[in-house]
């Protein structure tokens, strides 16, 4: 099976993310795209663009490692491991975060995507990090696993 360009060309501009990805989004993205992650929910290109540019106006590195991609027809799924560093979380150490993408590709053939949905876990990411309420989450992760 030959690997598909558009979801490559995916991959591959979040392998790169960085301050400058603003300027590329409208490249992905239609329009009026959605955007939905555990923590926020996006609608319309220039508000994904504003979301980029104020989440990685102070991320030190943010780097994707992509593992398994599958496409049918117009909607795709991708498995990545986020590599992020900020110095507001893990005192600037990296954290490392599971997750995987839905996609689905515009009807147009223009390869852009028109709704985009990540799933991870917020508190692995965010939540656990925090120094009152991280206590509180991991103590009830380790009773739940009990």
């Known amino acids: 099976m030959s690997a ?51 989440l990685y106006r102070n991320v030190t590195q943010c780097r994707f490692r992509f593992h398994s991609r599958q496409r049918v027809d117009r909607e795709a799924f991708v498995t990545w491991t986020m590599h992020l560093v900020h110095p507001r979380l893990e005192s600037g150490r990296e954290i490392t975060v599971e997750g995987c ?28 990090r925090l120094p009152l309420l991280g206590g509180a989450i991991r103590l009830i992760k380790r009773q739940l696993d009990a």
């Open 4 to 54: 598909d360009p558009q979801l490559e060309a995916f991959c591959a501009f979040f392998k790169n993310l960085d301050k400058s990805c603003t300027r590329k989004v409208s490249e992905f993205y239609t329009q009026d795209v959605i955007f939905h992650d555990p923590l926020h929910h996006i609608e319309g290109i220039e508000a994904l663009e504003r979301y980029f540019s104020a």
């Open 101 to 128: 993408s839905h996609l689905a590709f515009a009807e147009d053939d223009s390869g852009r995507i028109a709704r985009h949905r990540d799933y991870f876990d917020a508190g692995e990411l965010l939540y656990e």
